[in-house]
């Protein structure tokens, strides 16, 4: 902790001698924030927006979690290019005396201290204390770019350990030489209990100076004799150069569809050797795509917490297509390689991504991306559109070209619906459609517990039982995990309703009528007590029910790692029928306002696999639309009171101790935290067909969206908070584009328009502000 306070003071410092006016977003990115408890895709510096490439260095492998970059080691073990979901790859790590690559990391790895690291927004710089070795970090999207000073007199050396252990396994690894200054080769991850395939990546490494010689090892037993090619398990290379004052460069090409593929993207992308001129490249687009949100006059605490969060939402969800639009299905029962729709000119339209659970993103990415990108989100429905097409569903977490299962429901449905009513509408909307209402019947992806992989007869997503019930009960037959019946009863019942939405927009009147009765099956688990609560198989109640778990449950029964006290609000689409069942929107309310003064001694959050003993958790999905739902009491100051007071407990530290608490699930966390500080959020998750925006107190004084004009008819919506301060949490009143605005919202498409919000800011609440006319 001392060590970061001395980084802190020298970042202070920094920003002083610049002067805070000059920065720019990306400058403002605190990269190592919350990496004391790191994930596999959480920590990733050298990575251009949702990059193919995700280049950084690894302190810890053999994992998903507590993996990859950890503020709290000491070593390095390399510095891998591929930090996705369920993938990795692509190891590399200069060095200088005798090789040990064959050894393993253990034996090769190197201390390093974070006194003379720098980490940005696309860079990455670390001093290698056990070679002298400076290491420099960036990238384009699909290719790394590596810049190693050596001391002088040192004969250079460079590992490429393909057959490392990262997050996983690789099962096959193979190195080629081509020339003195090129290696090809590629590297097949190993299945995993979540990616139920192997996938292989490709790469082309090229140097800025030729090799004096290269080694290498296969099944970790070093070859002898020159080298020319390795093949195998816990395989890899060395390469060797002649000792110079210059530093010595290497640009490392990735693809999932073959040698040429990886070929292809190092020639789009990076033909040249300004290893300077890729790091300004690079901030330049983290500009552009952090500069759709300016905020001005808030501290130099809230406004780095606030790029943090923007820059994690826009970092970890991966392209996996090629430069030329070719991507791997690996849906079927061999890999194919496709290509991504053209435009007239022939360039693709969009990307294809790799993506975990979508699970909970109707209060976190769905919110935040129409408004800073919604090409992504575009891309986003194109690629499960493609998905369906290819293998016959809509995923709801795709990796390495196929379907994982993981979570629960059908989180695509809400996402589609808010892309559809926030105008994100490019990609074709009849066969999302198709898709779509397949999930919601047997046979589709609502059948499939969490990582259920069997495609013929999954059972374990219960929805027979709901379509024929009207909820899923416990005990159902079927595997995976995640089988907890009350919580895909109440998802589904949600789903069902943005199911409804875009159907009556896309003109399905009978499908819309449909969905809209199935919306209602939440009342199936009310139990009469003031909980909802699972049912068994045949239908009565589960017996010796809790709210909450008195010990360190990682769920309590029939939840999905949450708790019968968070899923009893989890009725974003009726908040109102909810409220009717508690006796009236004021008992709702101060039942509401009950659980949040319990959760308040732990801050809102609890332990990461904890969720049990919780009545608020901020820390995970279920519980991020908690506070919004006073604004659908009647309430409104107690939605501003709380969001506030969560966001300041939850969301305000930027330190790798306390930055993000448990999973960031990238970037739900960072959205939510995002939208918090705005002020702008929708308990409905966007789906609704005139979508609404709530509002707390904003952070920051000013808020400019910049908004997409291919999207958004508005050039930009201006917030102006006067008196906005931490104790200014209360609105007082507001203007939207000059005229009084008496309710706590606004429709989306006011927004999308452009124009103003003035927001007067005070510290008590006026609980005459905001309540009528009430939330459509």
């Not at 939402?313 to 290509?339: H, M, Q």
């Not at 608020?616 to 939605?639: C, I, K, R």
Request: with cysteine.
């Amino acid at each position: 902790m001392k060590a970061w306070r001395a980084v802190l003071v020298a970042i202070v410092a920094a920003q002083t001698a610049a002067g805070a006016a000059a920065k720019t977003p990306a400058d403002w990115v605190e990269p190592r924030s919350g990496t004391v408890a790191s994930r596999w895709f959480f920590f990733n510096s050298a990575c251009r927006p949702f990059g193919m490439v995700n280049l950084s260095p690894d302190t810890r492998t053999g994992g998903d979690w507590m993996n990859g970059y950890l503020y709290g080691d000491t070593s390095i073990r390399g510095f891998s290019h591929i930090h996705g979901w369920q993938l990795y790859g692509i190891s590399a790590m200069p060095f200088t005396g005798g090789p040990k690559g064959h050894l393993g990391a253990d034996a090769y790895q190197s201390e390093f201290s974070h006194d003379d690291e720098i980490a940005r927004a696309g860079y990455h710089k670390v001093v290698l204390k056990t070679y002298g070795v400076t290491a420099e970090l960036t990238s384009t999207c699909r290719v790394g770019f590596h810049r190693y000073t050596f001391p002088a007199a040192a004969e250079a050396g460079v590992l490429l350990d393909t057959g490392a252990v990262l997050m996983d396994r690789i099962a096959h690894s193979e190195v080629r030489r081509i020339s003195d200054t090129e290696l090809e080769g590629l590297a097949v991850m190993a299945a995993t209990t979540r990616r139920p395939k192997p996938f292989t990546v490709h790469f082309v490494a090229q140097f800025n100076r030729p090799m004096s010689a290269m080694g290498g090892w296969e099944a970790g037993q070093p070859l002898a004799g020159a080298v020319t090619s390795v093949a195998g398990t816990n395989a890899g290379v060395f390469a060797r150069f002649a000792p110079s004052a210059e530093p010595l460069l290497m640009k490392v090409a990735i693809s999932y569809t073959g040698i040429d593929g990886a070929r292809r993207n190092l020639a789009a992308e990076l033909p040249h050797w300004d290893f300077d001129r890729v790091v300004a490249e690079s901030r330049d687009e983290w500009n552009r795509r952090l500069g759709r949100v300016e905020v001005a006059g808030g501290s130099d605490a809230d406004t780095t917490r606030f790029y943090t969060d923007l820059w994690h939402a826009l970092l970890g969800r991966r392209i996996v297509s090629d430069a030329d639009g070719a991507y791997c299905d690996n849906t079927g029962p061999e890999p194919r390689v496709r290509k991504v729709r053209r435009g007239p000119d022939g360039t693709p339209l969009f990307p294809h991504h790799n993506f975990d659970a979508l699970w909970g993103a109707h209060w976190t990415l769905d919110l935040l991306w129409p408004l800073v990108c919604p090409d992504v989100m575009d891309a986003f429905c194109n690629t499960m559109v493609d998905m369906y097409r290819n293998g016959g569903l809509i995923p709801r977490g795709p990796s390495g070209g196929n379907y994982t299962f993981v979570m629960i429901g059908d989180p695509a449905a809400s996402f589609f619906a808010t892309a559809y009513h926030m105008g994100v509408r490019n990609w074709d909307a009849e066969a999302a459609w198709e898709g779509l209402r397949k999930n919601a019947f047997p046979g589709g992806i609502r059948a499939h517990a969490g990582y259920e992989h069997n495609r013929t007869n999954a059972a374990g997503g219960g929805i027979t039982y709901y379509v024929d019930r009207g909820y899923v009960p416990e005990g159902i037959e079927g595997k995976g995990m995640h089988k907890d019946g009350a919580s895909m009863t109440l998802e589904y019942a949600y789903q069902d309703w943005c199911l409804a939405e875009l159907a009556a927009s896309l003109g399905k009147a009978d499908d819309a009528k449909l969905f809209a009765a199935r919306a209602m099956n939440y009342t199936n688990l009310w139990d009469g007590s003031g909980w909802m609560r699972p049912r068994n198989k045949d239908g009565s109640w589960l017996k010796d029910f809790t709210p909450v778990s008195t010990g360190k449950n990682f769920t309590t029964k029939g939840f999905c790692e949450a708790t019968g006290a968070i899923y009893t609000h989890f009725v974003p689409h009726d908040p109102r029928g909810l409220m009717r069942l508690f006796g009236g929107a004021e008992a709702y309310a101060a039942a509401l306002e009950a659980q949040f003064q319990r959760a308040g001694p732990m801050k809102f959050i609890v332990p990461h696999g904890q969720h049990g003993a919780a009545w608020v958790d901020y820390e995970n999905q279920p519980s991020t639309g908690m506070a919004h739902m006073f604004n659908f009491a009647g309430q409104p100051w107690l939605a501003q009171k709380w969001a506030r007071t969560v966001r300041q407990a939850v969301f305000s530290s930027i330190t790798p101790q306390d930055g993000y608490h448990g999973d960031e699930d990238q970037g739900q966390m960072g959205a939510l935290s995002a939208l918090l500080a705005l002020g702008l959020f929708d308990e409905q998750g966007g789906a609704a067909r005139r979508p609404t925006w709530q509002l707390t107190a904003p952070v920051f004084p000013e808020v400019v969206l910049h908004l997409d004009p291919v999207y958004h008819p508005g050039r930009t919506f201006r917030i102006t908070a006067r008196n906005a301060g931490p104790e200014n949490i209360y609105i007082q009143s507001a203007k939207l584009n000059g005229r009084p605005l008496t309710g706590c919202w606004f429709h989306h498409e006011e927004l999308a328009k452009g124009g103003t919000l003035e927001l007067d800011l005070g510290p008590g609440p006026n609980r005459q502000w905001g309540v009528h006319p009430s939330i459509p």
